[in-house]
């Protein structure tokens, strides 16, 4: 549940804050460019912070993926 949390967070809030940084620079400036520049660095940190949480996901649910598969070959047999 909290991993779910963790990624729709990080899927509204940068974009969002994007959205409303971006309307507001547009708004001043009246440049589209600088709105379609702050929704794509939205967009980024969208992209790392799930990537983020999804390889903190992976390592918890497969703990035993570090570990050598077969232990026989360690060992000389």
């Given at each position: 549940m909290v991993f779910y949390v963790k990624t729709t967070s990080w899927?509204?809030?940068p974009l969002v804050?994007?959205?409303?940084?971006?309307?507001?620079?547009?708004?001043?400036?009246g440049s589209q460019t600088l709105f379609f520049i702050?929704?794509?660095?939205?967009?980024?940190?969208?992209?790392?912070g799930i990537?983020?949480?999804i390889k903190e996901y992976k390592k918890?649910?497969?703990p035993e993926a570090d570990q050598p598969k077969d232990e026989n070959k360690q060992n000389g047999k």
């Open positions: 899927i509204i809030i804050l994007g959205l409303i940084f971006g309307n507001y620079v547009s708004n001043s400036t702050s929704i794509m660095i939205g967009f980024g940190i969208t992209c790392f990537y983020k949480e918890s649910l497969l």
